[in-house]
């Protein structure tokens, strides 16, 4: 989970901002949870006074039972010439294996989104890994 910042900001970089985005990811789980909601992507960008967090909040089932990657998936899955029943798609790629979970429509290149199925740590694809493994 990392350390916790236990000192006075002053200054911020690569390593505290870091540590912030993880810590208010940690926080923000339990009030999305308790909504049904999923704390999605986080990314944002910084300076050396000033720190904007981008965070993603995802419906964590529909009120079908679908997870919100599923049904994300199913709408854009065409895009890499899959079938809404791929969602999940297993393959390797260079020896390690991945689980699609999300296609991505503005990523031209790499519409692709798997985790890597040891870890879950999510990666981008070229549409043309799932043809060769096909």
């Known amino acids: 989970?990392?350390?916790?910042?236990?000192?006075?900001?002053?200054?911020?970089?690569?390593?505290?901002?870091?540590a912030l985005g993880k810590e208010v990811r940690r926080l923000l789980e339990p009030f999305a949870e308790r909504y049904g909601l999923k704390v999605g992507r986080q990314g944002g960008n910084y300076d050396a006074t000033m720190l904007k967090l981008?965070?993603?909040?995802?419906?964590?089932?529909?009120?079908?039972?679908?997870?919100?990657?599923?049904?994300e998936f199913e709408k854009y899955c065409f895009i890499a010439g899959l079938k809404p029943e791929d969602f999940g798609l297993e393959f390797a790629y260079s020896g390690t294996d991945y689980r699609v979970v999300?296609?991505?429509?503005?990523?031209?290149?790499?519409?692709?989104i798997a985790i890597r199925i040891k870890d879950g740590k999510r990666f981008v694809f070229p549409r043309e890994v799932l043809q060769r493994s096909a």
């Open 1 to 18: 989970m990392g350390t916790p910042i236990t000192t006075k900001i002053t200054a911020f970089d690569r390593t505290i901002t870091s």
């Open 54 to 71: 981008t965070l993603e909040l995802r419906v964590a089932e529909t009120a079908d039972g679908r997870s919100g990657e599923q049904v």
């Open 102 to 112: 999300v296609i991505a429509p503005k990523r031209s290149r790499n519409p692709v």
